[in-house]
């Protein structure tokens, strides 16, 4: 079968044929429908974070039960399901928790889960280790849902965590509109009755931030003028919560000048950025937050609101064959919404 390689740091992905993986006892084969291309990829290609090559991309992933090994019972061959994506030792208090993503015995794991230092989803099928891992999408498109299960869960998990702190009269600022920053926008409008401020370098991904339900929309190119932009809208009393998507220097330059005191300033993207904490570098109360993914119950409730049509992610399908080019659109920031491969697509 084709799957879509890390070969090793600072190599691009490479295309191979791989053979078909048969699920051993408590295991799940999983016939891909879609694997999410997420900018986590570029950083695993770009940097050494200590995964060791090779193995196939791709941790958001859905698609149909192809066999079962023996002693799974929750499933039949067929059923439409995501695959959860942090893998845990299934064994520890977190993962009791269904906190798989905050696994006491990560190491011991050795990777972080398919796609992330095991094989994911970027191939006409996927092997998962146990079928906990899986939750049953219905009639949801696995290529439609797969990116749920991060680019809608990671918004989702960080957005539940600061609830406490908002209310009717709080201005939310999401910083970047792409797969999470427009999945949080549409989650923010089911989950809190407060004002949301998107901000992005890209005016097209503006007008889709307004279309998913932004109250206003800043261009974030020269940060200056855009810090000026917001304060005037948030008045004295500040973001009582900057969800920055990006994690640049930057929006993390930004997102420092937006808070109100007794915050919150959630950092999700992971694109390097520093801030230099001390007294007085932030405002009197704020907490400072980096989730990380999300539960596999968490995943359950944002698979039943798209199930309900509270929220979608904005897809654009390519075939399995074009994964290098995506990825290069995606660099570019030529991807809006999230780009999903399709094994096998026309």
């Not at 048969?22 to 295991?27: E, H, I, L, T, V």
């Not at 991309?57 to 929750?74: F, R």
């Not at 009639?139 to 908002?166: E, F, G, M, Q």
Request: hydrophobic share 40%; with cysteine; net charge negative.
């Amino acid at each position: 079968m084709q799957a879509v390689r890390f070969v090793g740091v600072g190599q691009p992905a490479q295309i191979q044929d791989v053979p078909k993986p048969s699920p051993d006892p408590g295991q799940v084969l999983i016939k891909i429908g879609g694997a999410g291309v997420c900018h986590s990829d570029l950083h695993v290609m770009e940097e050494d974070l200590g995964f060791t090559p090779p193995f196939t991309l791709g941790h958001e992933n859905a698609g149909w039960v192809a066999s079962l090994g023996e002693g799974v019972t929750a499933f039949k061959e067929g059923d439409a399901v995501a695959v959860y994506g942090p893998w845990g030792c299934g064994r520890c208090h977190a993962c009791q928790l269904s906190m798989e993503n905050y696994c006491e015995n990560w190491a011991e794991v050795g990777a972080f889960g398919g796609g992330l230092g095991l094989d994911g989803g970027m191939a006409d099928y996927m092997l998962v280790p146990s079928a906990r891992l899986l939750v049953p999408l219905g009639d949801l498109s696995p290529a439609k849902a797969a990116p749920l299960s991060d680019a809608a869960l990671t918004p989702y998990h960080a957005i539940k965590r600061a609830l406490p702190h908002l209310n009717g009269e709080s201005v939310v600022v999401v910083l970047g509109v792409g797969g999470l920053g427009h999945m949080a926008i549409q989650l923010l409008r089911v989950l809190a009755p407060v004002h949301i401020i998107a901000a992005d370098v890209d005016d097209a991904k503006l007008q889709q931030a307004k279309s998913l339900g932004a109250d206003d929309i800043v261009n974030n190119r020269n940060t200056d003028e855009a810090a000026e932009q917001i304060r005037k809208i948030t008045g004295p009393r500040g973001a009582a919560l900057v969800l920055d998507c990006v994690g640049v220097q930057p929006t993390i330059d930004l997102g420092a000048k937006l808070l109100g005191r007794n915050s919150v300033w959630t950092i999700l993207g992971l694109g390097g950025g520093h801030h230099d904490f001390h007294h007085g570098s932030t405002p009197y109360g704020t907490l400072m937050s980096l989730p990380y993914w999300g539960s596999r119950v968490e995943l359950m409730e944002v698979i039943a609101m798209a199930r309900a049509g509270r929220i979608h992610a904005d897809t654009t399908d390519f075939p399995l064959e074009q994964a290098v080019e995506v990825y290069g659109k995606l660099k570019a920031g030529q991807i809006t919404g999230r780009a999903v491969l399709v094994p096998n697509a026309t």
